[in-house]
């Protein structure tokens, strides 16, 4: 017979804005797009999401290479845990200035970012769960 632990886990209280201010570097990522889970290989790259008081950005790019780089910004709008981006700086025309609603959670030093990506016109519909551990 095989035990299951199961431990619910606790939401967090409202966040605010200075709780979420600053340079968060990703720890782990998962999509899960058509039935299928892919998770992200962070060993050879860095990405960085950056917080102030109304915007954010993101930058990725392979560690000793200039490939693979993309990056974006924009406003963000937080009440409570949902957190909305708005992506305002990005080279891709189909998801400029699309909201993206997430669900975030804060666990002493890092940041859970989760939801929907959902852009018809850029063929986007997938779920993430992102990590990042504050570091500044």
């Given at each position: 017979?095989?035990a299951?632990n199961y431990?619910?886990?606790?939401?967090?209280?409202s966040?605010n804005k200075n709780?979420?201010i600053?340079t968060?570097?990703?720890?782990?990522a998962?999509?899960?797009?058509?039935?299928?889970?892919?998770?992200?290989?962070?060993s050879?790259t860095?990405f960085?999401?950056?917080?102030?008081?109304?915007h954010?950005?993101?930058?990725?790019?392979?560690?000793?290479?200039?490939?693979?780089?993309?990056?974006g910004a924009g406003?963000y709008?937080l009440n409570k845990?949902?957190?909305t981006?708005?992506?305002q700086?990005t080279t891709?025309?189909?998801i400029k200035?699309?909201q993206f609603?997430f669900l975030i959670?804060?666990?002493g030093?890092?940041l859970?970012q989760?939801g929907?990506?959902?852009?018809?016109a850029?063929?986007i519909?997938?779920?993430?769960?992102?990590?990042?551990l504050k570091?500044?």
């Amino acid at each position: 017979m095989v035990a299951c632990n199961y431990t619910q886990v606790k939401k967090s209280s409202s966040l605010n804005k200075n709780s979420i201010i600053g340079t968060w570097k990703m720890i782990y990522a998962e999509t899960i797009e058509n039935d299928s889970l892919k998770v992200k290989e962070l060993s050879n790259t860095s990405f960085i999401k950056i917080i102030n008081k109304t915007h954010f950005s993101f930058f990725n790019q392979e560690y000793n290479s200039t490939k693979n780089y993309y990056s974006g910004a924009g406003t963000y709008t937080l009440n409570k845990n949902n957190y909305t981006e708005t992506l305002q700086y990005t080279t891709v025309a189909q998801i400029k200035n699309h909201q993206f609603p997430f669900l975030i959670e804060l666990k002493g030093d890092t940041l859970i970012q989760s939801g929907i990506e959902k852009v018809e016109a850029a063929g986007i519909n997938r779920k993430i769960i992102e990590k990042y551990l504050k570091i500044n």
